[in-house]
Each structure stands twice: as C-alpha cells, then as structure tokens.
C-alpha cells in the first residue's frame, strides 16, 4: 500500500513513457506473474489449494510492481502535500460507473457477450469461480489495485507526459485491452479503460480510479447474474430507454465531477 500511496502523493515520480516503454512494461509484468504462477505449480504437488493460488498471485503481481517502478520512477523523499479527497468525490465516481454499467450491458454487451471466448481464458474463469470467496477478492479487489496502479499509475501517468492526455487514455486503453487477451473482455476493458483515464487525469488521484474499477467490476457481476434472468416482451425497446439513461448519468456524472474540480481549483 505504500507504494499506492507514495504515487498519490508525489513521493514515487513516474518517468515518461512512450509506446514501446508501455509495451515492456507489460510485458515485465507478465513475465513475473506467469513466472510465479509457474513456480506455484510446481511446488503444488498435484494438490489444489485456491487461496495458494491467490497468495501467490498477489506476492507476485506487488513483485512486478516494485521491479517496474524501480525501473520506470524515481522516489522523492518528501511528495506533494497530499488533499484529503471528500467523499462526495467517490459518490460522483459511483454515479458515473453506474451509468457506464447500465449503458455498457444493455448496449454493446448484448451483443459483445455473443461472442465466443478464448478457451483458456474460459477455463481460467471457471477455475476462479469455483471458490466463489477467491472469485470475488481476485476481481473486485485484488485486480482493481492492480490494473491501475500498472495501467493508469504507471503507464498512463508516464504517458500523459511523454504524449498529448487524449492519445496517452486511448493507447493505454488499447493496451489494457490486450492485456485481456480476449475479443470480449477487450471491448469492456477498452471502454472501461477510457473512462478510468478520464477520472485519473481529472482528479489525479489512483485511490479514486481503484474505487472506480471496483465498483464497474462488482456491478458488472451483479448487472450480469440480474440480466440472465431477465424476460421482458418488449426488450428491444426497453433496451434503448435504457441505455439512454445510462448515457445520460454517465454525462451528468462527468459534468459534475468537472464542475466540482474547477470549483476547487
């Protein structure tokens, strides 16, 4: 956690990054995470212990991190005096998630969720989900603090100085979206991926981009299980309505966490 805090506060300045910068990054990460999946496995002895698993992907991915940042940024013994963020802040980031979810599943996720996933990544699911407690802390927790610490922390952050803002938010996105490395999560992660740019840069804070991923990832679970069971006569049309409306609370919640950082500006 510190390392989280020491980025918030301006005590761990991240270098410039440039494309291929990004792409190394990635790939570092990688290396480390599969390496210690890797060594998990073959210590495991055949037995299956799921919160090894997590244990292990948790050391492993805060490993890649520290080697990265050792790589990519320098620390500064005193940061910048760190704001205390209100809390209103996080109910705008509620908001805005909440109408991106609505938008996103009732719009191009009918459609994106037709489409046939990477089998592996299938079968990596169903592993995670068959201990329900492990599923949950691996996707609303543990991979929230991960993803942007790496994608908006690190490599945005060092875009965002290397390019101009709205290119960095939309080739760090496309990189989160590979980083998926499947057609239908990639969508997702693409647009979830702006979105949290967006919120990162504005309020340059990673505490607020890890709420947001949070909060998409476990209304995403729960939006999903609703919509499975739902059946409606006129769903057609009742996908429009809503989807509009999530159109709508996503603007309004932009429009009102803009006003309220130039108001404090």
Do not use: W
């Not at 046939?116 to 543990?142: G, H, Q, W």
């Not at 009742?238 to 999530?246: L, M, R």
């Amino acid at each position: 956690m510190n390392l989280i805090k020491g980025i918030e506060n301006g005590e761990i300045k991240v270098d410039k990054i440039g494309i291929l910068k990004a792409v190394l990054i990635i790939v570092i990460s990688i290396f480390i995470e599969g390496f210690g999946m890797s060594f998990y496995q073959l210590i495991e002895s055949g037995k299956t212990f799921a919160y090894g698993n997590l244990i292990v992907g948790i050391l492993f991915k805060y490993f890649s991190i520290v080697v990265i940042l050792k790589l990519f940024a320098q620390r500064f013994s005193e940061g910048n005096i760190h704001k205390k963020i209100k809390p209103k802040y996080f109910f705008i980031i509620i908001f805005i998630i909440i109408g991106f979810r609505i938008f996103y599943e009732y719009s191009i996720g009918t459609f994106v969720n037709k489409l046939d996933v990477n089998p592996l990544v299938e079968k990596a699911f169903e592993d995670l989900a068959s201990t329900r407690s492990v599923f949950f802390i691996s996707v609303c927790i543990v991979a929230p603090i991960f993803e942007e610490v790496l994608f908006r922390g690190i490599i945005l952050n060092g875009m965002a100085k290397a390019l101009n803002e709205k290119v960095a938010i939309v080739i760090s996105s496309f990189l989160f979206a590979l980083m998926h490395m499947n057609l239908v999560q990639g969508i997702n992660a693409f647009l979830l991926g702006a979105i949290l740019g967006i919120i990162y840069l504005k309020t340059k804070s990673i505490y607020l981009s890890i709420f947001a991923h949070l909060i998409n990832n476990t209304l995403g679970i729960l939006i999903s299980a609703y919509m499975e069971n739902l059946k409606l006569a006129n769903y057609f049309l009742f996908q429009f309505i809503v989807t509009f409306i999530g159109i709508a609370i996503m603007i309004l919640g932009f429009f009102i966490l803009n006003r309220r950082i130039n108001i404090e500006d």
